[in-house]
């Protein structure tokens, strides 16, 4: 039986059915053709899938589309403003906090909400904001100069 | 050439698209009116298959088709193996099950449906009737004649092989002293965060087929599905779009990338197949997996004299790609960077009821340098000297190099003792000594660990590699002057499309967003090898850079013709070809030359006339638009301009460097916490220093993992004990410390390039420094040796029980 959900996507309302069971991030790759959104081990402990929930970073693997009914979500489709990278973003490119891109859009997501919660972050703070997001290629390192590097941007605007 | 951008820290190409979730993996792709495939897979190790009902699946809402092993078996030819070691066993290893299942995650039937969920769904409906038989997953056990896996062949032994140069025994009998340990290899799970994944679509019409593959070798996929499904190969077109990391698991052919593109053909629909990370852990290849003992003969100086590896691989229940070779390629490394004049490596590779072990980053080497630099500390813990002195005694000179190895390897280059004195320098190492001694006196568990490492990277000469080690490049200029590089590399994070495009645009004199360098796809680039092996920039960066050298020698050509001039007269420096008067003009300028055409301005219909009159300098942009208009070209030119070029790499090459951990122990809690990660890597000539760091510190993190987190487990039923992220812990950012990085730069005389390869340098050099650095820790407990992975809960005992 499906359900009838409506809900903002990067400002942009999407009405329709869902079976109760589809997972968020099945319906913002599948119905949406969000695919920015990254799928890693559904179990929520990679954090490839991470979004923003009305203003929280959530693992959309384990969320149901039917949950987020009336709320407003941000993927990194929609991270960027009137065209300009977030300063998460910026740093990510900057600082090499990159390889195989697979789990950028999550820690990316992670990360501005680290530094929404905390605007300058120590070393300690920023890993212990991403330990939820699984990284195989950087060795995190260069993820961590990228906080650092948005964080500085971030000040000086 | 002006190198502008060679050496230099230049900012991804790739990032912009990735940092915006603008890119596109295998399942980004969507096809319309695209068939979802899942697996029922083998919830036991061993056992017989009575019988299989697929009824109630077949009826379930959504389901397509199902397909078993016996509907597939006379269709779709064995999963390949690439090894031809001598007398090898090699199991007839189909794509789905038939009549036994050998391990868990083993796939049995295929499921066919509208949606992945419905697909899922009818898994559960299948029905299979399993007898349970006796399970062996202990490598020793199964070697001493356990259960036995393949009856065929009557053992559980796929191969033994012997190899190694000079007299070991007499080395040995020689000896002042000999120190002998048992270690082990735990198998790893690679885990790129992508799991794999394919999507096929056949057009019956065309009889083509298309496979999108999560793959680090498009290339030999095409050949090896193309044999197994019995499609002509050049109806069979891989593309390999973003890859989320490899790591060597992707450096394969399984089972579910020829079943996709078979079932495509079978129902003339796009079907596709996502991985989820449960299938990833149980049904994508492992690494490591070896049981050995080391002996080491030496003197009482501490000069090493032999060097003996006993072995038992885990193999798994059967050979993917390159499973029996990966232990073969400890054996060449056995000599690490040192003088050791008789070395012996005996393997036993052995079936298990386990998935596969294969390629994982470092392939081999990983466990050759442990062995050598755990062996080392054995024998600096023996004689009570300082495991740097022990090293450095044992450095073969850079003067010594090509320098030639009882593995039967000639390094290509080296300077060991200035690594290694470097990263002592930026270490304090006789600072840290003295601070390590100090700290014990108060009670505290300092540990400094060392590895010198050398690794075999540019894989390599062909008469070495079981499919060809050469790499290919094509780089053409377009009309309009920009230019295109096709690579058959495959790039999967390493960053090649800027690497490669530095090269290009330095070599051409061009500005690098000029260059576009495309890989993975079989329809567009020439064949390729791929990228594993730390071979993508040695290898297949070298076959960029030469086909560069072959399209200035008939750029070179027709700018004579057009200057009107001889060819002697004419040089190229700066993007441009000039009379020789004005070469020094030329030169002087720094700026770039712009395409003939610039953007947004092409013109409709002809090409514009390539502008000559009076003119004592061309771009070699403008060449191309006169090589393509062809109006005026000299005699016997084909027109265009493009060039290709195969490297074939004359021998490896041989990265090397120094690592140097430094951890404290924890008393209380047996925590292990890193106070210093020192490394001086070096890789030969470095492209872009940026992609290096990243390479390194990934590398290491892999290694941080081994040595204190990962380890896949199977219990003795053979189940699957790690089989989420939940329970295999893979490094997370706080467990990383804060790395102190630097280089040598000894290049490589192997290719024009001058490099060598970095891509597993960390995880080859970095796991015994961490190991050795908490053994130097608990040293005061009298422990010469852990084996990995080394858990606070294993320190805690040591100290708390001894």
């Known amino acids: ?157 | 050439m002006t190198e502008n951008y060679v050496g230099k820290r230049v900012k991804r190409t790739e990032d912009p698209r990735l940092i915006r979730g603008l890119a596109h993996y295998v399942d980004d792709i969507a096809l319309p009116g695209t068939l979802h495939v899942a697996f029922v897979r083998s919830m036991y190790a061993h056992a017989k298959i009575n019988s299989i009902d697929t009824s109630a699946a077949l009826a379930a809402p959504g389901v397509v088709a199902v397909y078993t092993g016996h509907d597939v078996a006379d269709k779709i030819g064995p999963v390949p193996c690439a090894s031809a070691l001598p007398e090898l066993k090699v199991p007839d290893h189909r794509v789905l099950a038939r009549d036994k299942v050998y391990f868990v995650g083993h796939p049995i039937v295929a499921i066919v449906a509208r949606d992945r969920y419905a697909a899922r769904d009818a898994v559960d409906l299948v029905m299979v009737d399993y007898e349970d038989l006796p399970v062996v997953t202990d490598v020793e056990q199964a070697a001493a004649g356990g259960p036995v896996i393949h009856e065929v062949f009557g053992t559980n032994i796929a191969y033994k092989l012997t190899s190694g140069e000079g007299d070991v025994d007499a080395a040995f009998a020689a000896a002042d002293r000999t120190v002998k340990q048992r270690i082990l290899h735990k198998r790893l799970a690679p885990i790129a965060m992508e799991p794999r994944g394919v999507l096929a679509r056949y057009f019956p019409g065309e009889e083509e087929l298309t496979l999108w593959s999560s793959t680090q070798i498009p290339h030999l996929m095409r050949t090896q599905v193309a044999l197994m499904i019995g499609i002509p190969e050049n109806k069979l077109r891989v593309i390999t779009p973003e890859v989320g990391g490899g790591f060597g698991s992707k450096l394969n052919v399984y089972a579910e990338e020829a079943l996709l593109g078979w079932i495509s053909m079978q129902l003339g629909k796009p079907v596709k197949w996502i991985e989820t990370r449960r299938e990833n852990m149980q049904a994508t290849i492992h690494g490591r997996g070896q049981v050995g003992d080391i002996e080491v003969a030496f003197k009482n100086d501490g000069t090493l004299l032999g060097l003996r590896y006993s072995v038992f691989a885990d193999l798994g229940a059967y050979h993917q790609l390159l499973t029996p070779a990966i232990p073969t390629l400890t054996g060449l490394m056995l000599s690490g960077a040192y003088r050791i004049p008789a070395i012996q490596m005996n393997i036993t590779g052995c079936f298990t009821n386990k998935m596969a072990t294969d390629a994982y980053r470092g392939a081999g080497r990983p466990e050759a340098t442990y062995v050598v630099e755990r062996g080392l500390d054995l024998v600096a813990a023996d004689l009570g000297m300082d495991p740097a002195e022990v090293r450095r005694k044992n450095f073969p000179a850079p003067s010594e190099f090509p320098f030639h190895t009882a593995t039967g390897l000639d390094y290509d280059s080296g300077d060991y003792e200035t690594a290694l004195k470097k990263a002592q320098d930026m270490a304090g190492y006789a600072d840290l000594r003295e601070k390590q001694r100090k700290a014990r006196e108060e009670g505290r568990l300092i540990g400094i660990g060392l590895s010198t490492y050398v690794e075999i990277c540019a894989l390599g000469p062909s008469q070495a590699m079981p499919a060809g080690g050469w790499e290919s490049a094509t780089v053409r200029i377009e009309p309009t002057g920009k230019v295109t590089v096709l690579t058959g590399a495959s790039p999967h994070g390493q960053g090649q499309e800027t690497s490669f495009a530095q090269i290009a645009a330095d070599e051409l004199g061009v500005n690098l967003n000029d260059v576009t360098v495309i890989h993975g796809d079989t329809g567009i680039v020439q064949y390729g090898i791929g990228t594993f092996g730390s071979r993508a920039t040695a290898v297949g960066g070298t076959a960029v850079f030469v086909a560069i050298q072959k399209l200035k020698e008939k750029a070179h050509k027709i700018a004579t013709h057009m200057l009107q001039s001889d060819a002697s007269r004419v040089s190229f420096e700066g993007g441009k070809y000039s009379l020789q008067k004005a070469a020094a003009a030329a030169a002087a300028t720094t700026g770039k030359s712009d395409p003939v055409v610039p953007v947004g301005e092409a013109p409709a219909g002809a090409l514009p006339e390539p502008q000559t009159e009076g003119k004592s300098s061309l771009t070699i942009q403008e060449i191309a638009l006169a090589a393509h208009v062809a109006k005026d070209l000299p005699p016997d030119t084909e027109p265009g301009l493009s060039a290709t070029y195969f490297f074939e790499p004359k021998n490896f090459t041989f990265p090397f460097g120094t690592h140097i951990a430094v951890v404290e122990v924890d008393r209380d809690t047996g925590d292990i916490e890193f106070l210093r990660y020192v490394a001086v890597d070096d890789c030969g000539r470095v492209i872009n220093p940026m992609l290096v760091d990243g390479q390194i510190h990934g590398g290491i993190v892999q290694s941080i993992g081994q040595a204190m987190y990962e380890e896949v487990v199977y219990d003795e039923q053979g189940q699957l004990v790690t089989g989420t992220l939940m329970d295999y812990a893979l490094p997370r950012a706080s467990h990383v410390p804060e790395f102190e990085l630097d280089r040598t730069e000894t290049p490589s005389p192997v290719n024009p390039l001058g490099v060598k390869g970095v891509g597993e340098a960390g995880t080859i050099g970095a796991t015994p420094a961490i190991v050795n650095a908490i053994v130097d820790a608990l040293a005061p407990f009298g422990v010469k040796h852990l084996d990995m992975p080394i858990k606070p809960e294993d320190v805690w005992r040591i100290i708390n029980h001894g």
């Not at chain 1, 589809?22 to 695919?35: A, F, G, I, K, S």
């Not at chain 1, 589309?65 to 709320?71: F, H, T």
């Not at chain 1, 260069?142 to 650092?148: D, F, L, M, S």
């Open chain 1, 1 to 157: 039986m499906k359900k009838a959900i409506n809900l903002s996507v990067n400002g942009v309302s999407h009405a329709g059915e869902v079976e109760p069971r589809m997972l968020l991030v099945h319906y913002l790759r599948d119905v949406l053709e969000l695919t920015g959104t990254h799928v890693g081990c559904e179990t929520s402990l990679c954090g490839a899938c991470t979004v923003m929930l009305d203003g929280q970073a959530v693992k959309s693997c384990t969320v149901f589309a039917v949950q987020a009914d009336g709320s407003s979500v941000t993927t990194i489709e929609g991270l960027a403003k009137n065209g300009e990278r977030h300063p998460v973003q910026e740093g990510f490119w900057e600082k090499h906090g990159l390889q195989c891109g697979y789990c950028t859009p999550g820690m990316i997501m992670t990360a501005a909400q680290l530094l929404e919660r905390n605007a300058d972050p120590s070393r300690e703070e920023i890993c212990h904001g991403l330990e939820g997001n699984l990284c195989r290629c950087t060795g995190y390192q260069h993820i961590i100069e990228a906080v650092q590097y948005a964080a500085k941007k971030a000040g000086q605007s």
